[in-house]
């Protein structure tokens, strides 16, 4: 077991890193994200900020990247965020992992993926060990296959809408996007296992090889103007073609922020982060991660020029090898222990969970919802296993990557279906070696699995 905290001595350094803005237009200072991080949320979420060899820490142990910290903080205040969001009449939609938010900003909707659903219930909860914590994760998740179904590998956070825990506005993903447990969900959902009437509106996405079809571009845009007009009439609002094109054109940024971060990272002699901070940074460029596109842009804009002095002035992240083996990770809703990798000699350059959606610019000359729709059907992860395999392999090129990992959970019905022909198509068009692992059960990590993780590392 080991604890992080943020000692003071370094709380100079931190405070002259940039403030944190939000949507609503509040403003939260360096110095007020260092009292809570040191103060408020050890004693709320010690959690967080606990790890041992079964049960990994969620907060960064980089007090000397502001960004990370600041990601952190994010994490950490979700809950209560929302929770003021929805006293103030806030709206928030259930949606798909892996998908673009851009109309639901456009809409004003706060736009939760299953993850993120799950941290603003148990951000709830007070005073949870590490241990603690796992157990009511592994006691939701098991309430939540009673509701839908013990066949699904995640219950996707859906069972806090179906119990009335939290206060969802509409459910409303990306249908067919990526993940069987999503669908399980909606099944119950339109079948009426709930407890609270929640609107149902599903974005139908057309199956794989649809990408170049024009009729499949139209439907799925018309489908996007549905639903935003769903959007409308829970709202009371008017979401014009202008504001989407906006959106658009804001959530570009964000893509491409983590598009240019990760060509810096990736190109740098000594890993400027670690595993965790870096998966972190990256992923932000879908500016969905923390409910908030605005907070999450500030950070990884300043995440950006960070890590750039990092690699100009060859700093190694805290805790990483001189020299470790790089790992890319593929798959759905999982990752491995970045800790844990680290502390064995290697560490995680990439997973394409996430990254593909970011590496998806959208147009933002021309119909909103059409460039929109093109772009969402354009998605790497979505496409057949030759497409897929491909654009793996350039990104494991990119990441110079020594070994790749395809992780999927137990039940998942997509990703373990294909992951050992991507595994055998990678190895032999990348040349490195690769290992398929199924995951048992979720947040507790097995001692097989760790001991199979550490091995891996050892022969790369």
Same mark, same amino acid.
């Given at each position: 077991m080991f604890k992080i905290?943020?000692? @003071?001595?370094?709380? @100079?350094? =931190?405070? #002259?890193?940039? +403030?944190?803005? =939000?949507? @609503?237009?509040?403003?939260?200072t360096p110095g007020e994200i260092w009292e809570y991080l040191t103060t408020t949320a050890p004693r709320k979420y010690p959690y967080a900020f606990e790890s041992n060899v079964f049960f990994g820490s969620t907060?960064?142990?980089?007090?000397? %990247? +502001?960004?990370?910290? #600041?990601?952190t903080y994010l994490?950490? $205040?979700?809950?209560?965020?929302? @929770?003021?969001l929805k006293a103030g009449g806030g709206h928030v939609a259930f949606i798909q992992g892996g998908q673009a938010?851009? +109309?639901? $900003?456009?809409?004003? =909707?706060?736009? %939760?993926? +299953?993850?993120?659903?799950?941290?603003?219930?148990?951000?709830?909860?007070?005073?949870?060990?590490?241990?603690? &914590?796992e157990l009511g994760r592994k006691t939701d998740k098991e309430r939540g296959? #009673?509701?839908?179904? =013990? &066949?699904?590998?995640? $219950?996707?956070?859906y069972e806090f809408i179906h119990e009335g825990d939290l206060p969802i506005d509409v459910v409303a993903p990306f249908s067919a996007l990526r993940c069987s447990d999503i669908s399980y969900s909606l099944e119950a959902h339109r079948h009426g296992r709930r407890k609270t009437e929640v609107p149902l509106f599903l974005a139908d996405y057309p199956l794989r090889h649809q990408s170049k079809k024009e009729w499949a571009v139209e439907y799925f845009a018309e489908n996007l103007r549905k639903m935003v007009k769903q959007f409308d009439r829970i709202s009371g609002r008017t979401t014009t073609e202008k504001e989407l094109s906006g959106a658009i054109k804001f959530h570009n940024k964000g893509r491409l922020l983590?598009?240019? %971060?990760?060509d810096v990272w990736w190109n740098a002699k000594l890993p400027p982060t670690n595993g965790l901070d870096r998966s972190a940074l990256f992923t932000m460029g879908l500016l969905e991660m923390h409910g908030d596109p605005i907070a999450t842009l500030d950070v990884l804009s300043e995440a950006l020029e960070l890590v750039k002095e990092r690699v100009q002035n060859s700093v190694k992240a805290p805790g990483v090898s001189d020299d470790p083996k790089r790992l890319f990770v593929c798959g759905s809703c999982i990752h491995l222990d970045e800790y844990?990798?680290?502390?064995n000699g290697g560490i995680v350059v990439g997973s394409d969970n996430g990254w593909s959606q970011c590496c998806a610019f959208v147009e933002e000359e021309g119909d909103p919802?059409?460039?929109? !729709?093109? !772009? $969402?059907?354009s998605y790497s992860y979505e496409q057949s296993i030759e497409e897929r395999v491909a654009w793996t392999v350039e990104q494991i090129r990119k990441s110079r990557t020594d070994g790749m990992v395809f992780l999927y959970n137990w039940g998942c019905n997509t990703q373990s279906a294909i992951a050992r022909p991507i595994a055998d198509s990678v190895k032999t068009r990348a040349g490195i070696p690769t290992m398929v692992m199924e995951n048992e059960l979720i947040g507790l990590k097995p001692e097989q699995q760790l001991n199979r993780v550490a091995a891996f590392i050892e022969m790369l």
């Open positions: 905290t943020y000692q @003071d001595q370094y709380r @100079d350094r =931190f405070l #002259k890193s940039g +403030p944190i803005h =939000f949507s @609503d237009g509040s403003v939260v907060a960064s142990n980089d007090v000397l %990247l +502001p960004s990370a910290l #600041k990601n994490n950490l $205040t979700l809950s209560e965020r929302l @929770d003021k938010v851009d +109309p639901y $900003t456009a809409a004003g =909707f706060v736009a %939760l993926r +299953p993850a993120l659903v799950g941290n603003w219930n148990r951000g709830r909860s007070n005073g949870r060990s590490v241990a603690a &914590e296959y #009673k509701n839908i179904s =013990f &066949e699904a590998c995640n $219950t996707a956070g983590a598009y240019e %971060l990760a844990y990798v680290e502390e919802f059409y460039n929109l !729709a093109k !772009a $969402t059907l």
